[in-house]
């Protein structure tokens, strides 16, 4: 993502709006202008997988989405 103040709102927000908990975040920033951030959110299905994606994709700042399977 850009690195920029409200960031992490927008995220957040965009999450929220379609009924999505967060169960960690975590954001570092770096010297080229860029941070990133890592979330782990409760996913029901492959469907409600591609909304998320497509969500965090449409915030003004978002560079890149990527998904990350985590073994339980």
Known sequence: VEDRKG?????????????????????????????RIDMTVEIQDVKHLEKVIKSLRGVDGVLEVERSTLAR
């Open 7 to 35: 960031m992490i709102a927008a995220l957040s927000s965009r999450i929220a709006d379609i009924n999505t908990n967060i169960l960690n975040l975590e954001a570092t920033t770096g010297t080229d202008a860029r941070a």
